[in-house]
């Protein structure tokens, strides 16, 4: 079956006024819109375009309450232990301005934060909350525009060594000198656990009534980023040019957050259109510009570390991020066949899948005046049509799928055939 689903985008105050409708085709609100929900989450479900077609229900999650065998297959259904559910959630992603560092939890440790939270009876809407469900949040950012940067887990030693030796050149270079800031920070990533003991200082002094010492520091990176745009105008070569600029968009956004000294013992990453990051439990990351399909884990579990007003809980983040330097973690595509990219991470919540055909790409094709391509589900699906239009058929009906519009597709489907041309962008179970 084929159901038809919309959302409103989430107005959050960091997305993009403009990138979401410019992708999908419609007149922009005038409001921020940051992300736009394709799945069965609570916090934002899709809405049923046709409820009678599934009974009269009018939302996703409604109808996966009331029938989880049909939307979600006998399969999936067994595997949830009595209590059915979507296991992933897609979004439109746009920023226009810097997120929030963050990590999220093993599943482990969310069922055991969650049951503690439970015990304590802190309301799961309450601010100091950590946990809200009992589940982990790997997920995945694949690149629409042509550039998306993000921060992406923590730098190797010798890079920070030498980011930090910048910052020092720029403060002798510098009309006041002011060497003991850069003192504070390194006498702490000289020891045993540097990245711990370094994100536990900046975070924990930097946020308290005593944040003196991490204040000043803070202040003195971004004067010397700022003073490192006069010194390229000059002539000067920098090794990191990048990082200092995002510390001058970082101070911008968020005055005097401790995360912007954070930002310099992280991977700057910038994606180009198609590539993919997969961001799993523990990793610090922070998305600062760029419009994205999202793909992750059905799960509000977000532990926050700078860069933010909100609740940071410092214990509970240490505890959850993973502080060994790792490479950027790039996930590349299998291909199943032309037009046919699938992403795996090593979970078993969610794939995606992209689709795309322009036409009479080969010769084939060529033959029947229609690209097709075709993949095999292994569970339910949401797809989302990005640009030109698709029927999409599967083994017991079809549909029409075109820029803009999105689709919750049942297990039962089977082996989908696209003809068409443009992009298609497909969620579901491994």
């Known amino acids: 079956m084929f159901v038809g689903i919309a959302n409103s985008p989430r107005d959050y105050a960091w997305g993009s006024i403009s990138a979401i409708p410019a992708l999908l085709g419609y007149a922009p609100t005038g409001k921020p819109e940051a992300e736009l929900w394709l799945g069965a989450h609570p916090g934002s479900p899709s809405v049923i375009t046709d409820p009678e077609q599934v009974g009269g229900y009018a939302t996703l999650t409604d109808w996966i309450e009331a029938a989880p065998e049909v939307a979600l297959g006998r399969e999936l259904v067994e595997a949830s232990g009595g209590a059915p559910r979507l296991p992933f959630l897609m979004k439109i992603l746009a920023a226009a301005s810097p997120l929030s560092l963050q990590a999220h939890p093993t599943m482990t440790r969310a069922r055991s934060g969650f049951a503690l939270e439970n015990e304590a009876g ?46 020092r050149a720029l403060d ?71 990082e200092l600029d995002t510390v001058r968009t970082l101070a911008v956004a968020y005055p005097g957050d401790p995360g ?57 983040l240490l505890d959850v991020l993973e502080f060994t330097s ?15 990219a699938e992403y795996r ?32 589900l292994a569970g339910p699906g949401i797809a989302i049509c990005t640009s030109g239009g698709f029927l999409v058929a599967g083994a017991a009906s079809s549909v029409t799928l075109k820029r803009g519009e999105s689709v919750y597709i049942t297990p039962d489907e089977g082996t989908l055939t696209f003809a068409g041309s443009g992009d298609v962008f497909l969620a579901t179970t491994p």
Request: some cysteine; hydrophobic content about 45%.
């Open 122 to 167: 802190i309301p799961v809407g309450a601010a100091e909350r950590n946990y809200r469900d009992p589940f982990h949040k790997p997920e995945v950012i694949l690149a629409l525009s042509e550039s998306f940067d993000a921060l992406c887990g923590f730098r190797e030693p010798v890079e920070i060594r030498r980011i930090l030796g910048e910052l």
């Open 172 to 242: 002798v270079a510098s009309d006041d000198p002011q060497p003991g800031a850069l003192d504070a920070l390194e006498q702490r990533l000289l020891g045993p656990e540097a990245l711990r003991d370094t994100v536990d200082w900046l975070l924990r002094d930097g946020r308290g009534e005593d944040s003196g010492e991490v204040a000043w520091l803070v202040e003195r990176v971004v004067a010397l980023a700022e003073s490192a745009v006069g010194l390229v105008h000059g002539g000067a070569i920098l090794e990191f040019p990048l």
């Open 260 to 316: 912007i000294v954070i930002s310099l013992l992280t991977n700057r990453v910038s994606l180009r259109r198609g590539e993919v990051l997969y961001l799993p439990a523990g990793n610090i990351h922070a998305y600062l510009s760029g419009l994205g399909v999202e793909l992750m884990a059905a799960s509000d579990n977000v532990l926050r570390g700078g860069l933010t007003p909100k609740h940071i809980d410092v214990d509970e």
């Open 326 to 340: 790792l490479p950027v973690p790039y996930l590349a595509p299998v291909s199943h066949a032309p037009g046919v």
């Open 345 to 376: 991470p090593a979970v078993d919540d969610f794939a995606l899948v992209h689709i795309t055909a322009q036409p009479a790409t080969d010769a084939a094709d060529a033959a029947s005046g229609v690209p097709m391509r075709q993949f095999t």
